[in-house]
């Protein structure tokens, strides 16, 4: 299938390949511990509020594409100052206050006004997103989480070029030591 508009995607099992580079700037934004880990039945792993600053301070006043576990997981859904649009394959289920996509190109159809989309989980939509994203805003957090169940997808770390990064120790309110990245999508 193809859809001929200013966001312009070819269509392969559910895979979606951008083509035209004027497009919005895609972005990635996630926390991963060691291992690639990144959630434990349906919740993030631990509660790290320099991330979750970062987090809002990065995507407010942007669009923001999740799952439907995802979505359902926030504790305030749907984030407040935010285009909130849920990928679901029950797109009548009444999200309130947000849209509702049954494709990754659908969502960003919707949102291809916006200056920056940020892609924020789950793991099957950063899989989706690692194909047509052009950003990444990664936090680290330096620890293992022997029982997580929901991991980052694997990355081809050579096309992608490292432009931020901040390390920061463990303190009173962040159990763990981090690092936030910015990668870039090579040209």
């Known amino acids: 299938v193809i859809q001929t508009k200013v966001s312009t995607f070819v ?3 559910n895979t979606y390949i951008k083509i035209n580079k004027s497009m919005s700037t895609i972005s990635i934004i996630a926390a991963i511990a060691d291992k690639s880990a990144i959630g434990k ?3 993030l792993l631990c509660h790290m509020p320099s991330d979750m600053k970062r987090f ?3 995507t407010t006043g942007h669009a923001v594409i999740m ?3 995802t979505f359902e997981s926030l504790p305030v859904a749907p984030l407040p100052n935010r285009k909130n649009v849920v990928l679901t394959t029950m797109p009548e289920a009444g999200f309130v206050n947000c849209f509702a996509c049954e494709s990754m190109g659908a969502a960003l159809d919707l949102c291809e006004k916006e ?3 940020f892609i924020i989980g789950g793991a099957l939509v950063y899989r989706q997103a690692l194909r047509i994203a052009d950003k990444m805003y990664i936090t680290r957090i330096h ?3 022997p029982d997580a169940t929901s991991f980052f997808p694997v990355v081809n770390w050579d096309l992608w070029e490292e432009t931020e990064r901040e390390e920061y120790p463990a303190d009173e ?5 981090y690092t936030y990245i910015t990668y870039v999508r090579k040209k």
Do not use: A, M
């Open 11 to 13: 269509t392969n099992y």
């Open 41 to 43: 039945n349906q919740q």
């Open 56 to 58: 809002k301070e990065l």
């Open 67 to 69: 799952g439907r576990k």
């Open 115 to 117: 200056d920056e989309i």
């Open 143 to 145: 620890h293992e989480f």
């Open 173 to 177: 309110k962040n159990p763990y030591p």
